[in-house]
């Protein structure tokens, strides 16, 4: 079974930290994602990344940057938290079939901006 | 503008009524149709991907079919572990990117 590990699944920062979310999948998929998803809201997405070092804007990346140093990990960062980012963070991977091919998720880290 | 709305927002049902949930969708060329189930404070579990028009899946108690405008959830004889937000999301051809509806809240008593 694939295998998406977030490393945190609550975080409570305050405002102006420094927020690193850890991703790694054991699947060797090529592409992976991190979104947020808030209610009403559905999931949005913040970055991909296609390859090792390579990433792409998402719909929603202010605030945010990330980091794909090798392939099965996938960093998010919040340089500087603000309470407008306080929720759920998603993380998820999926193999490079051309541009098809079902996500596979994580379990979720639930940020808590003070 | 590619987009998906699925309803209801939310469901009750007892044990053993069944129903169905929709994911309309408007997308410029589909690619894939995905369904997933979410656990409160979990993420999405992939259920089923459908390609084309006329498709459907079937897993134990649900099945997923597709037509060109919609795609349903059929849920038969539901049992209260079937309680969950159900997802729907569409890819576009020629895009990585996933576009994915708000979902649908179900609770099934028992």
């Known amino acids: 079974d694939v295998k998406v590990t977030q490393s945190s699944r609550y975080l409570v920062k305050r405002t102006g930290e420094k927020v690193f979310l850890e991703c790694v999948q054991d699947?060797?998929?090529?592409?992976m994602f991190w979104y947020r998803q808030d209610p009403g809201l559905g999931l949005r997405l913040i970055y991909f990344?296609?390859?090792?070092?390579?990433?792409e804007k998402g719909d929603i990346p202010e605030g945010y940057s990330v980091s794909r140093e090798k392939k099965e990990r996938f960093s998010l960062i919040l340089e500087s938290a603000s309470t407008n980012q306080t929720s759920m963070y998603l993380c998820?991977?999926?193999?490079?079939?051309?541009?098809?091919?079902?996500?596979?998720f994580g379990e979720g880290s639930r940020l808590t901006v003070l | 503008e590619d987009q998906v709305t699925q309803s209801p927002e939310a469901l009750r049902l007892q044990e053993g009524e069944s129903s169905s949930l929709n994911c309309s969708y408007t997308?410029?060329?589909?690619?894939?149709l995905f369904w997933y189930r979410q656990d409160p404070g979990k993420g999405p579990e992939f259920l089923f991907t459908?390609?084309?028009a006329g498709e459907e899946k079937e897993k134990e108690r649900l099945k997923a079919t597709l037509t060109k405008k919609e795609s349903f959830l059929h849920i038969t004889a539901p049992k209260p572990e079937d309680s969950a937000t159900y997802l729907c999301?569409?890819?576009?051809?020629?895009?990585?990117?996933?576009?994915f509806g708000t979902g649908t809240r179900l609770k099934v008593l028992a």
């Open positions: 998820a991977s999926r193999h490079e079939v051309g541009v098809g091919g079902e996500l596979f």
């Open positions: 699947m060797d998929h090529e592409n």
């Open positions: 990344s296609y390859d090792v070092k390579m990433k």
């Open positions: 997308v410029s060329g589909l690619r894939g």
């Open positions: 459908l390609y084309s």
């Open positions: 999301a569409v890819q576009a051809s020629g895009t990585y990117k996933y576009i």
